[in-house]
């Protein structure tokens, strides 16, 4: 079984930054995409950003040379670092990562969701 423990949400004023953090643990063999979605009130779950395992990144328009994702493969961590924030990023930030187990099953895990609200 894999656990994704999240942290780094808060409360910012417009224009700050603040850096999510999301450690997977448990049965891993091997990680391949590791993602940071978003859910506003009222809103569906968006992705935000993605990293392959080979280093590869995909980022949604609206944070593009905004927020950057990494990914630290000895600690199973992947980052989002957001810099000048803006009102509508808020919303509950969910980090999402598949791979293999040691047993060689597939599995995709979602966090548990961490709120990030920016102020005007």
């Known amino acids: 079984q894999v656990q994704l423990v999240e942290s780094g949400g808060g409360l910012v004023q417009a224009g700050g930054s603040l850096r999510l953090s999301c450690a997977a643990s448990?049965?891993?063999?091997?990680?391949?995409?590791m993602g940071w979605y978003r859910q506003a009130p009222g809103k569906q779950r968006e992705l935000v950003a993605v990293i392959t395992s080979g280093g590869s990144t995909n980022y949604a328009d609206s944070v593009k040379g905004r927020f950057t994702i990494s990914r630290d493969n000895a600690k199973n961590t992947v980052y989002l670092q957001m810099n000048s924030l803006k009102p509508e990023d808020t919303a509950v930030y969910y980090c999402?990562?598949?791979?293999?187990?040691?047993?060689?099953?597939?599995?995709?895990?979602w966090g548990q969701g961490t709120l990030v609200t920016v102020s005007s």
């Open positions: 448990g049965s891993i063999f091997s990680i391949n995409a």
């Open positions: 999402n990562v598949d791979g293999s187990s040691f047993d060689y099953r597939y599995f995709e895990v």
